[in-house]
Every structure is written in C-alpha cells, then in structure tokens.
C-alpha cells in the first residue's frame, strides 16, 4: 500500500510541473492541429493527442510538452493495473478502478468531461476552447487522480487483512496460528474410538493409583494407631 502511495505522489507532482505549463500545452495542441488541418473537432482522445505529436509536430517545446502530457497518462494507466493486485476488489474500489481505465482508454472520446471545483485547469480556458476544443483533454489527468485518491481512502477503511501484497498478490494475514496447531489439528481429526480408548487407558490408570493410595494410607494408619503387633511365638502352651 505504501508503494502505492509513493507511485501516486510522484504522478502528482509531475502533473503540478505539467499544470504550470497549460498555456504551453494548449498552444502545442492548436499548433499541431492546425498542422494536421484538424481545427474543427475538439481534442477528445489520448490517441489523437499521440497522433498530433507524431505526425504534426514541428519543434521541441510542444514535442516536449506534449509527451508529458503522455507520460502522465501512461503512468496513471500503469498505476490503476498495479492498484487491482493490492485488493481482491469490493463493489466501490471495483467501480473506481473501472472507471480509470475507461478515462484512460488510448480512443475513449473525453469531450464531454469536466474536471470542477476545487481544479480549475478549464477556468483558464476561453468559453470557445472550453466549450469546443479543449475542456475535456484538461480534465482527463485531474479527473482520474482523484478517482485514485478515492480508491484509497475507501481501500484504507477496509480490514487489513484484506489487502494484498502488491509484489505477489498474496494475502497478508495479521494473525499467525500457534506452533502446536498442527498437533491440534492432528488430535481433533482422531476417530472417536482413539479418544474413547485413550479416555479409558487415563481413567484405569487414576483408579489404580487411587488403590495403591488408599491400601498405603490405611497401612499407615495401623502402623500409627498404637495397636503394636507383638514378638511371633510359636503355638501351644505360653507362660
């Protein structure tokens, strides 16, 4: 969980360098489609950004500036697949994470999402670009970090013995079974006639015991009593 963590502050700190160069981004998008002749449709897709930049870039800015933008996408789709090996999945994380991938799909159509408050990446834009051209690709990046910081705080409410490790998938279990359970286990799956016998060996034994010290007590209790036996004399006639 906390390398899950660490990946989702790093994306976000590239997306704060990214969101300081908007304008920068948006001139390299106008750029590249006016190069594509493709003025008319708005930017809707992660794949019609990538086509811009391969085919219809000019110069090293809007070549750079756009491959962040790409990057960022990249590491957000890599992100939401690492995020399904952390937890077997409930009805809310399950929802979340589908709708990243979706949003993060190369040709899923963008152009009707809206990042809002407290972003305010479509504030920056004119009505027209905001309206037409522009407003959802700026949205995509806002819109699924907080799908992700979602994903954690519902996953961080769960028991954590849910959660699975992110290296092997296997489930972490908080609670270690003792050392003599599998001696345990061994005696409880004996058939009845085993504990019967062993039942009755242990009563034998106590009875016997209880004999030898009842006959050992009662001796005693002669020797002590006072009542001496006297020296043996052989029969007939004593003086």
């Given at each position: 969980m906390n390398e899950v963590k660490e990946a989702l502050r790093n994306i976000e700190q590239n997306y704060k360098l990214f969101l300081q160069q908007q304008f920068t981004f948006i001139g390299a998008l106008q750029r590249t489609r006016e190069n594509a002749h493709d003025v008319i449709r708005p930017v809707a897709s992660i794949s019609q950004v990538q086509s811009y930049m391969d085919h219809h870039c000019n110069n090293s800015t809007d070549r750079r500036i756009l491959n962040m933008f790409l990057n960022i996408c990249n590491d957000l789709s890599k992100l939401c697949h690492k995020l399904e090996t952390v937890h077997p999945g409930n009805n809310t994380t399950n929802g979340i994470l589908e709708r990243c991938k979706l949003l993060l799909s190369h040709n899923n159509n963008l152009s009707a999402i809206r990042a809002k408050y407290p972003h305010d990446?479509?504030?920056?834009?004119?009505?027209?670009?905001a309206k037409n051209h522009?407003?959802?690709v700026v949205s995509l990046i806002p819109i699924v970090l907080d799908c992700m910081k979602e994903w954690v705080?519902?996953?961080e409410k769960l028991p954590r013995h849910m959660l699975y490790n992110v290296s092997g998938g296997s489930a972490v279990s908080e609670k270690r079974a003792?050392?003599?359970?599998p001696a345990r286990a061994a005696i409880s799956q004996a058939p009845p006639s085993v504990h019967l016998k062993a039942q009755t060996s242990n009563d034998n034994v106590q009875v016997q015991g209880s004999k030898q010290v009842r006959k050992k007590n009662l001796n005693d209790t002669e020797n002590h009593s006072g009542r001496r036996k006297g020296p043996w004399k052989p029969p007939g006639r004593h003086a």
């Open positions: 990446v479509v504030n920056h834009l004119s009505c027209d670009e522009y407003g959802g705080t519902h996953i003792p050392q003599d359970a």
